[in-house]
């Protein structure tokens, strides 16, 4: 079973900034990538950022590009969402997610797993 322990999560202003922790706990398993998801009060789930794990592609919604960096400490297990000029809209609980694959039988099947999830909200 995979941990992804979130942290970073909160209240700012509008123009403000925050930036999201999501570390990797007790995994033996390969990661191929780390994604970002957000979800607002009654709207659905909705992906923010993601980074492949060897590489580092990143890749963003149009709505946060040029305000959200993904990032990757490898030797810590951890990924990173650096938000700046934060919106109203971005209010909503962040959760963090990994893809990772085990082995079943030497067959590898891939499998999703999520964090908790933290609150980022904004407002004046």
């Known amino acids: 079973q995979v941990q992804l322990e979130e942290s970073g999560g909160g209240y700012v202003q509008p123009g403000g900034s925050l930036r999201l922790s999501c570390r990797v706990k007790?995994?033996?398993?390969?990661?191929?990538?780390m994604s970002w998801y957000r979800q607002a009060d009654g709207k659905e789930r909705e992906l923010v950022a993601s980074i492949t794990i060897n590489g580092g592609n990143t890749d963003y919604a149009d709505s946060v590009k040029g305000r959200f960096t993904i990032s990757r400490d490898s030797a810590e297990n951890t990924v990173y969402l650096q938000m700046n000029s934060l919106k109203p809209e971005d209010t909503a609980v962040y959760y963090c997610?990994?893809?990772?694959?085990?082995?079943?039988?030497?067959?590898?099947?891939?499998?999703?797993?999520w964090g908790q999830g933290t609150q980022v909200t904004v407002s004046s």
């Open positions: 997610s990994g893809d990772f694959t085990t082995y079943y039988n030497l067959t590898p099947v891939g499998f999703r797993s």
């Open positions: 007790g995994s033996t398993y390969r990661n191929s990538a």
